[in-house]
Structures are given as structure tokens and as C-alpha cells.
């Protein structure tokens, strides 16, 4: 699959940079996180390069989301979780550092302290109709 020699992650698959290698199918490698939000925290790396989610191919899909579910079932039995985030960065403004698309699998405890701070927006008055109807006639190309 094609690779990119820059990419730490294409390097991590191509058994050219080290890693704690979790899991590993036809088109994932799943690696405990270097730099973890929790121990467990691990990643989920296509073996294609693909520098985000929109750049995945249809065949390595499936097989990275059965990795993701595969070390959730995992961390969830190992370390006894009630919880865990499945998230992708994907662009510099979403927080991507890794140019490379993967999802992190985060185990979570009860107080934690990890907290997603939103300020949820609400719709104006057709917004959110005006805003459906633009989505759907792109989906429906």
C-alpha cells in the first residue's frame, strides 16, 4: 500500500520507527499512544497513507473501524472501563499534529477531569432547514 517515507505513522507500518504494535489486520495497525491522554489511550492507523478521513479508501474502512472496535472491546475488558472516546483530528484547526488520518480510542474513568467545553449554537428562525437542504442535495449527488 502506498506509503510516504516522512510520515512517522507510514514508518510505524513499514516497521521502520518503533511501536507498540496492539492489533493488526489486512489495512490497520492499532499502537498504543506515545503520549496518552490515559494508559491505554492507542491509536488506529491505516496501513495506506491517507492524510485524513475524507482521503480514506472504501477498502481499508472497514477494516480500520473493526480494529477500532476490536482495542475498545480490549481496553474496556483490560482496564475495567465504564467508558471510552472514539475521535479523529482531521486539519491543523480540528488539532491535528499527524498528518496521517487515525482514530484515537481513549479509555475514560468517572471524574476524570476531561471535559469537551462546547458553546452549542442554536438555529435561527429556517436556519437549520436552509442548512439540512444544503447538505442533502450534496448527498444526494
Not at 474502512?61 to 472496535?69: D, I, R
Amino acid at each position: 500500500m502506498p506509503q510516504t517515507a516522512s510520515c512517522t505513522f507510514c514508518n510505524i507500518v513499514g516497521r521502520k520507527a518503533p511501536a507498540e504494535v496492539l492489533y493488526e489486520n489486512d489495512v490497520a495497525l492499532a499502537i498504543l499512544d506515545v503520549r496518552p491522554i490515559h494508559f491505554g489511550h492507542s491509536l488506529i492507523i491505516p496501513r495506506e497513507h491517507c492524510s485524513s478521513f475524507l482521503e480514506l479508501s472504501p477498502e481499508s474502512f472497514s477494516g480500520v473501524l473493526e480494529a477500532s472496535q476490536r482495542v475498545a472491546r480490549a481496553l474496556v475488558k483490560a482496564l475495567d472501563l465504564e467508558g471510552f472516546n472514539i475521535f479523529s483530528n482531521n486539519g491543523r484547526v480540528a488539532g491535528q499534529s499527524v498528518f496521517h488520518f487515525h482514530f484515537h480510542v481513549v479509555p475514560r474513568y468517572p471524574n476524570d477531569n476531561i471535559r469537551f467545553t462546547l458553546d452549542l449554537k442554536s438555529y435561527g428562525d429556517g436556519e437549520r432547514e436552509a442548512c439540512a437542504q444544503r447538505l442533502r442535495a450534496l448527498l444526494q449527488r
